[in-house]
Structure formats: C-alpha cells, structure tokens
C-alpha cells in the first residue's frame, strides 16, 4: 500500500526557501517535498507561514532564496501547471458562473466556445448544472467555493494549490466538500497542496500531512496517514488510527495556541 | 512613493508644484501667474492690513454662525428622525432633495429676501452644511446595536436619559462625520455666497482685486483661503480618526 | 394601507410644505415671497411660451460640455493615480486640495483669463466636477479587492488582462458613482457661472425677472433648475442602481 520513499517521484520540490517581510523572519531553511498524485496538507497555527509558503510555490510572492520545481523547473512565477484556490473564492462578482469558471482559460487566450465546452463539464462535475447564468452574489459560500474549484479544474494544471478553501464555508458542507475532495484525489491524477487549520481536515483528506512551526517557520514532522486510506469517506472518522493521529498533532501543537 | 529607499511624506509633492510655479512667475510666462515669492510677500503686506483683516473676520463670523446654526440644528432634526418613523417619513425626502440640489441657485432668493448682507451669507452657510449633518446623525441613530437601546429601557432610563446618554454618543463617530462634511461643504457656501453678495468679505475684495488686475493680491486672498479650508477638513479628519476607535468596535 | 403608507406619507408632507408656502406667500411674509400658486403658473407660462426651453437650450450647453471633458479627463487621470505609484505622489494632493478648497473663488480669475464667454463657464464647471471624478476614480482602482487581482496573476493573466478584465470592472460602481457626484458639482458650477459670469438661459429668467421685481418668475425659475438636478441625479442613482446591482457583494466575507 505505502510508497517506497527513496525514488518516489515529486511533483513540487521546495528547498533552502527563505522569505523575510521587513524584519520579520516568516520562513527560514524550509525544504519540502510533494509526491505527485498526492494530496500534502500544510498544517500549523496561524501566523505560520503556511499561506506564504503556498504562495510561494504559486508564484506570486518571491522567495529571498531557496529554490522551488514543478515537474523539476524552477519556478520563477505564476505558470500553466498550477492553479489556485482561494480562500476568499476571488470569485469576479459582476460575472456570472460560466464566465467565472472559464476566466482561466480566457486569460489564456482559449476561444469562446471551447473554454465554455470546458467549463460546461466542470460546473457539472462540482454539481453547479442550472447556475451556469447565477451570479456569485446569488450563490451561498458553499457554492461560491465549488465555482472555485470548477474554474482550478478547467484550466487542467497538473498541481492545484488550494489556500484554506473550506474556511469560509458552514461546518456542514464542509465536511461535504472534505468527502468530495478525497474522490477527486483518487480519479482525478493531481498534486494537491492544501493549506488548512485544521488537524481533522488535515488528516481526513491527506495522503502527507507537513506540520509547520512558527516564527520563523518551518516543517517540524511529517506524517502519512496511510492506513485508513482504502476505507471509504464516512468511516475514516471513526478509524482509531485515524482519531490518534490527530490527537498525537494536537498534543504537539497545543503549546504554540495562546 | 520611496526615492533611495526613503519613503517620501504623503503630500510632499506639493513642494514640487509651487516650485515650478515659481519658476513660470519668474519667466513671466503668463502675467495671471506671478512668483508664488511674490505673492507671499503680498500677503505679507496685506496680511495685517485693516481691509483683509475685516474680510478675515466677517467670513470667519459668517462661518461659525452659520455652521453653528447647521449643527444646532441638524444634530437633534437627524437623532429625531432616526428614533421616529413618522418624522423620518415627512422629512427625508425634503433632506435628500436638498442634499443634492444644488443650492447655489437659492441664493438670488435669500438675496431678496434677507438683503444683501451678512444674514443671507449665514444662510447660505448653514443651508450648504445642514443636510449631511441630518443625514448622518440619522444615518448614527439608525445603526445603533438595538440591544444598547433595550438595556437602557430595561434599566429604566428616561426619555431624556436616553437621548443624551445613549443616542448622542452611540451615534457620535456619524455625526462627527456628517459635522466634518458639513464644515467643507460650509467652506464652499461662504465663499458662493460672499461671490454672489459681492459686497462684504473676500467678495468684495476679489472685486476690487479683480477689477484693478491685481494679480498678486489675488492669489495671496486665494491661498490664505485654501490653506485656512484644508486645514480645517485635515483637523477634522484626525479629530474623526480619534472617535473611530470606537466605532469599529460598537 | 401598509402598503401605501410610504406614498401617503410623502404627498403628506409635500403637502405640508407646499401648503405653508402658499399660506406664507399670502400672509405675505415679505413683498418678495409669492405664494406657491403664483409661482407654478409662472413656471407654466415660462414653459408653455417656449421661453424655458431655449433658457435651459442656454444653460446646459456648458454643463454638458464642462461634464463631458471632466469625465473623460478625471477618469483618465484618475485610472493613471490609481495605478502607478509615481502618479499618485505627484497628482494626488493637488486634487485633495481642490476638492476641500472653495474653488468658486477662481472665478474673477477665470473671467479675467478666458473672458465672459462659454470658455469660462466651461472652465467653472470643470474645476467643480473634476476632482470627485478624480478622486473616485482613483480610490476605486486602488481599492480592487487584492485576492481577484492575485487570482489574475495565478490564471496567468497579462497586466492589460488585469487591468481592462479585473480591475477595471471592480472599479467601475465607485467611478460611475463619482460621476454622479461630478455632474451634482457641475450642476452647481453651471448655475454659479451664469450668476456670476454672464446671465444667460436660466440665470437670465432669474437676473431679469429680479430686476423688474417679477418674483413669481424668479422664483419658477429657481425651482426649476433645482427640481431638474434633483430629478437628473435621482436617475443616475437609479441607473446606477440598475446596472451594478449585486456586483458589490459576492465577496466570501458577506
């Protein structure tokens, strides 16, 4: 069931990253590692840096030095392999679903009627069919975050960066969108890096959970929560691997909480 | 915007401005531009001459009763209209119409109707202030938290009680921002109203400047204008500032 | 009855308004105060002999034009402080200053300058209606939510992509609503000219009718360039209302 660790094959490779705000040291000496075809969550307190490191990765914030690869090119800025979820959905609030979804393929300059082909198909797949003429404003946050989503999918990146995406939606459909992202690891052959707060989130739906310190930040364990991964969604929470893992994360976290 | 790394002061451009000024008045490039040395000099000759200190006062004295009256006003009319439904029904769509007309064309009526002088200036003053100052003070009562207006009932506080003790203050950071509005907006009515009444204050010293092409006097009358209204929009911008604390977290 | 509570109140207190007018114009408070009667059958002769319509023909020729220029530069200036930082040091405070100076007071100079011709009167109404549209327009673009501009980058979008895609249209509610405000400002720059300057269409029927003491002209006359700021201004409110409707929320934050 496990990878062989020494030649497994890395889709994002981040090293000896360094990244100062002013005075303030936000990462220091980090070097990760992303299996490809895995899901790795960043998980820490906040303030740990996790979203910059993400960000970093995407290219939009530079690193002071350090070197970071997608499919072993180093990344020097934003970049047809990756694609971004937010957590504030950055959804464009005068468009409408199908506009918003197929605005990455728009920026790349693919015509109409192909990118809403596309797009088409990924409003299905998140279960938008219906909202293809709604406007983001007369969708819940849930649903804001699916067309989200939708439009990361479309654009058919090989790494999908996803920035807390679940943090601004109710508890409930969260845990939907949590169940839904486990099958979109399995069929869909992608990277996932997720950034969340969340020890239960972090190890529900990772294959790699990075567990971040802060100030400065940097990866303090890793662990694989392997064991549970063929079960299906709804019994993972019950799963008494599942349930000492996150208390084994809580009981190392718990002193950087005030 | 930094220049080697050092952070340049937020209106530090205007330096720049009167230094090219300067230099078009030295050149002479157009006689309606003299050296911005010159016309501070200017000012400074006049400054302390009877004739501008007068036109000082009258406008200063023409300000501050007509905002006083916008204020005195417009506080309690604003508060009312936030408590009660009934007036607030009645009056706003007089106070929205007002707001935005343009009330410069009202000041022919106030001239033949309270003559030539110093009380249709005050009017006009107050007309151009009040209606922000009604509409905010509502706009303050309306957002106050309803539970802030339940614990004074279930304390047992008078009508009285109520309205200077929780209304006023609950909806103080609005009504300070509707006064600061009113203030820049009173500036702006003084000065229409003193342009259209040219007989008393700057009117009629921009007649007299204007008429006889003095150009230097003119700017420094102008400048002392511009610099007395920013200052008075800047005070009360900090002054806003300093109530904002808690406004964000009422 | 709830229903039409709203309406009933309104025409309510219109009619208190308008009837205390009447009563005072026949007290007579003062000899220059008509009654409400006399002013509309004075604004009903003014519009029926055609006389309103080329005054209005008169006044808002510089309005139109004075709007149309301050529109097109303050946006234009407005998107270059918005975004370059260089721009918004070096122009920024001069449209600060103009917005809380009483700019009225350049008129003598205006005068002096460009004369009493329609040049000047346009200049008035520029020097009102440009800073708002300035300052809106600049704050707008500033103030474009940082996560869509971010989301642009990820996407791959060019700068120009950013620029007519994303930050425009975010911008666009606060640059129309600037608008609105530069015509309310050119409004009062188009009244103060002909007033002021030279009296011409509107300002005519109010200068004339003063002199010859015909009050209720005056008075209709007033009224009328009032009521029709206000009712302009309200339709702009409503058009604006119309087209940008929703497109304020949507942010995950609501």
């Not at chain 1, 090119?73 to 506009?99: E, I, K, N, S």
């Not at chain 2, 202030?129 to 304390?155: K, P, T």
Request: charged fraction near 15%; charge should be neutral; hydrophobic fraction near 50%.
């Amino acid at each position: 069931m496990s990878n062989n660790t020494n030649d497994i094959d890395n889709a994002v490779t981040v090293s000896n990253v360094y990244k100062n705000y002013g005075d303030v040291e936000a990462l220091r000496d980090l070097s990760l590692d992303f299996p490809r075809g895995q899901l790795t969550s960043l998980l820490g307190p906040s303030g740990c840096g996790k979203t910059t490191l993400l960000k970093i990765i995407a290219g939009l914030l530079p690193a002071d030095s350090g070197e970071i690869t997608v499919n072993s090119q180093p990344v020097t800025g934003p970049g047809p392999d990756r694609a971004f979820v937010f957590q504030d959905f950055a959804l464009l609030p005068w468009a409408t679903v199908m506009r918003n979804v197929a605005f990455g393929l728009e920026l790349r300059g693919v015509n109409q009627s192909e990118r809403e082909a596309i797009a088409e198909k990924y409003i299905g797949d998140v279960g938008l069919k219906g909202f293809e003429n709604s406007y983001p404003h007369e969708l819940s946050g849930g649903m804001r975050q699916r067309v989200g989503l939708a439009r990361a999918l479309s654009v058919d990146a090989q790494v999908l960066l996803m920035d807390e995406p679940f943090s601004a939606v109710d508890e409930q459909t969260r845990r939907k969108f949590q169940e839904d992202l486990l099958n979109l690891v399995k069929n869909e052959n992608k990277t996932f890096i997720f950034v969340t707060h969340s020890i239960e989130e972090a190890v529900y739906v990772s294959d790699q959970v990075a567990i971040l310190l802060p100030r400065p930040s940097r990866v303090s364990e890793i662990i694989r929560p392997e064991g549970f991964r063929h079960k299906d969604a709804t019994s993972i929470r019950r799963d008494s691997e599942y349930l000492d893992i996150v208390d084994r994360i809580w009981a190392s976290l718990r002193t950087y909480v005030e | 915007m930094k220049i080697f790394g050092y952070q340049l002061p937020a209106m530090s451009s205007l330096i720049l401005w009167g230094i090219l000024w300067e230099l078009v008045g030295q050149f002479e490039l157009t006689f309606f531009l003299p050296p911005l040395s010159a016309i501070f000099s200017t000012l400074m000759e006049i400054g302390t001459t009877k004739v501008f200190l007068k036109a000082l006062a009258e406008t200063g004295y023409a300000f501050f009763v007509g905002t006083f009256f916008a204020i005195v006003i417009g506080i309690p009319v604003g508060i009312l209209m936030g408590k009660s439904r009934l007036i607030d029904e009645l009056l706003l769509p007089w106070v929205n119409m007002f707001l935005s007309a343009p009330l410069t064309a009202l000041v022919p009526v106030l001239m033949v109707l309270f003559g030539f002088g110093m009380k249709s200036i005050i009017i006009t003053t107050a007309l151009f202030a009040i209606w922000i100052i009604v509409l905010n003070s509502r706009a303050g009562v309306m957002q106050i938290n309803r539970s802030l207006i339940e614990m004074a009932n279930s304390f047992g506080a008078s009508p009285k009680d109520a309205f200077f003790k929780i209304y006023f203050w609950a909806a103080l950071p609005e009504i300070l921002g509707g006064v600061r509005i009113g203030f820049i907006r009173a500036v702006k009515g003084v000065i229409i109203g003193q342009l259209l009444i040219s007989i008393v204050g700057f009117g009629a010293l921009f007649e007299l400047y204007s008429a006889n092409f003095l150009m230097k006097h003119f700017w420094a009358v102008l400048i002392v204008l511009f610099s007395i209204s920013f200052t008075i929009a800047e005070f009360l911008a900090h002054l806003e500032r300093k109530v904002a604390y808690y406004a964000a977290r009422r | 009855m709830i229903r039409y509570r709203s309406y009933l109140l309104t025409f309510l207190s219109a009619f208190i308004v308008l009837g205390s007018w009447e009563i005072a114009g026949r007290i007579p408070v003062s000899y220059s105060f008509p009654t409400f009667v006399e002013t509309i059958t004075a604004f009903w002769v003014l519009l029926l002999d055609g006389t309103m319509f080329v005054a209005y023909g008169e006044t808002l020729k510089p309005l139109v034009v004075g709007v149309l220029i301050s529109a097109f530069l303050g946006i234009g200036i407005g998107l270059t402080i918005g975004l370059s930082k260089k721009f918004d040091w070096l122009l920024s405070p001069v449209f600060v200053v103009m917005q809380t100076a009483p700019l009225a007071a350049l008129i003598p100079l205006l005068v002096m300058i460009y004369g009493i011709g329609l040049t000047s009167k346009v200049f008035v109404v520029c020097i009102m209606a440009m800073p708002v549209i300035v300052l809106n327009t600049s704050g707008a673009v500033r103030n474009t939510p940082a996560s869509i501009i971010e989301m642009g980058q990820a996407f791959l979008g060019t700068k120009r992509d950013i620029i007519l895609k994303i930050i425009l249209p975010a911008a666009s509610p606060i640059i129309f609503a600037g608008l609105r405000l530069g015509v309310s400002a050119g409004f009062i720059g188009a009244i103060l000219a002909e007033l002021k300057i030279t009296p011409t269409g509107v300002g005519d029927i109010i200068s004339y009718s003063r002199s010859i003491a015909d009050y209720p002209s005056m008075y209709a006359a007033i009224m009328s360039i009032i009521l029709l700021a206000v009712i302009f201004l309200n339709v702009l409110e409503r058009i604006e209302n119309f087209l940008f409707k929703g497109t304020r929320q949507g942010y995950a934050s609501e």
